[in-house]
Each structure stands twice: as C-alpha cells, then as structure tokens.
C-alpha cells in the first residue's frame, strides 16, 4: 500500500459528461501530480499541485481542470467527455515540489460510452 | 525534446534465466532515474532512485545501474512473481527545479516457470 487514495476505483459514464476524480496524498507530501494511461500510450503527465499551488502543467485539456484543497486532497474534473478519455488515471504524491520518489495510487479506470 | 526510452518493449524468460533491460534517457540536466514497477491494472510501484553515474541499487532479485546516458535493470534468476511492466522515468527540469516525472513505455516481463 503506497498510502496515496484515489476514488472511485471504476467509473463507468456517458459521452458528454462531466465527472471528478478524488484524490488523497500520502500523509506530509505536500505534491500530488495526474497521470493518464491509456492501452496505446504510456504514463502521460497532466497536472502538478503543491501546496495548493499549481506548479507545472503537461498535456493536459482544456477540458479537464484540476485542483488541491488546504487539506492537500486533490481533485482532478473530466467535462464534456469523448470517448478517447477512457483510460486509466493515477494520481501521485511526493514530499516536496521538486520530485524525488514520487508514490502512486491504485487508480481510477474511466470508461467512456 | 525529453525523452527516455525503454527495451526491448517485451521480454520472455524462464524461470531463473538472468537478463537486463534497458533504459536511455536525453532528459536535459537529469537529476535522479527512477524505476517502477507495474502489474496490470494497478498503479507503479516504486523500486529504485539512481543520482548519479556508477551508482547501483538492489532489491531481491533486482539491480538497477546508472551510466551517463543509461540505466540498467538486472534481473536475476526471476520468478514468476517477477512477471509485470517495469518502467523507468526522470525528472523534466523546471528552470532548475525538478518537476514531474516523464516516463518511457516500458518494458512488459514474462518469466515462464
């Protein structure tokens, strides 16, 4: 068990809707970055939060937006969904802003109908 | 472009057949190679942080090498057990300051008993 919490575990939803993904860090990391994974492609970065402050963004879609909350949870928001969102999503979380391991959750699977 | 590459992208082994896998890297000012550890459906588990060259890691059957320019993941005598995908990343330099990790496609380990 990493220690870092992500739910729901499977989400199931419907082309055009708008779901969140919740995500708990390990207990005193203070960064939790997205990741999406699908079956063609690899480990994608999305979003890096710190401290509440968003510190680096990679390909992530305008669609999607994400945030961390002072309790350092973080939420990651899937709007106007296409059905090539289905895919894996983890979230992980590390000690400080600049990487050093960094700790995954057991994902969230969102399929797209 | 950062970059880090895996091979092969599939590996077959009998039990107790010893090899390695590849990781090469063009992350500009890489600071830290990391390997995971992923079994289908799950997040990445970290194994190992690499800093610097001719530096080595172990754990149980593994060993993870550092060069300048690539990262070596032992594997000896596997078991089944040792069946997953096994991904290696670095860090992407933020004007100095390390941010997310990028990751290769990995490399997917089959050890037959």
């Known amino acids: 068990d990493s220690g870092v919490t992500q739910t729901p575990k499977h989400l199931i939803t419907a082309t055009g809707q708008r779901v969140t993904l919740r995500c708990s860090p390990r207990s005193g990391d203070l960064s939790v970055y997205w990741y999406q994974q699908s079956l063609d492609q690899g480990l994608q970065f999305l979003i890096q939060?710190?401290?509440?402050?968003?510190?680096a963004k990679g390909n992530i879609l305008e669609r999607f937006s994400a945030q961390q909350f002072p309790d350092l949870h973080s939420e990651l928001n899937l709007s106007s969904l296409e059905l090539g969102d289905s895919a894996l999503y983890f979230c992980a979380s590390s000690v400080g802003g600049a990487v050093t391991e960094a700790f995954f959750g057991q994902g969230t699977r969102l399929t797209v109908v | 472009e950062d970059q880090v590459t895996q091979s092969p992208e599939a590996l077959r082994l009998q039990e107790g057949e010893s090899s390695s896998l590849n990781c090469s890297y063009t992350?500009?000012?890489?600071?830290?190679l990391f390997w995971y550890r992923q079994d289908p459906g799950k997040g990445p588990e970290f194994l190992f942080t690499?800093?610097?060259a001719g530096e080595e890691k172990e754990k149980e059957r593994l060993k993870a090498t550092l060069t300048k320019k690539e990262s070596f993941l032992h594997i000896t005598a596997p078991k089944p057990e040792d069946s997953a995908t096994y991904l290696c990343?670095?860090?992407?330099?933020?004007?100095?300051?390390?941010?997310?990790?990028?990751f290769g496609k990995g490399t997917k380990l089959s050890v037959k008993p």
């Open positions: 992350v500009s000012g890489l600071r830290g």
């Open positions: 939060y710190y401290n509440g402050e968003e510190r």
């Open positions: 690499l800093y610097s």
């Open positions: 990343a670095g860090p992407v330099n933020y004007g100095g300051s390390q941010g997310n990790l990028i």
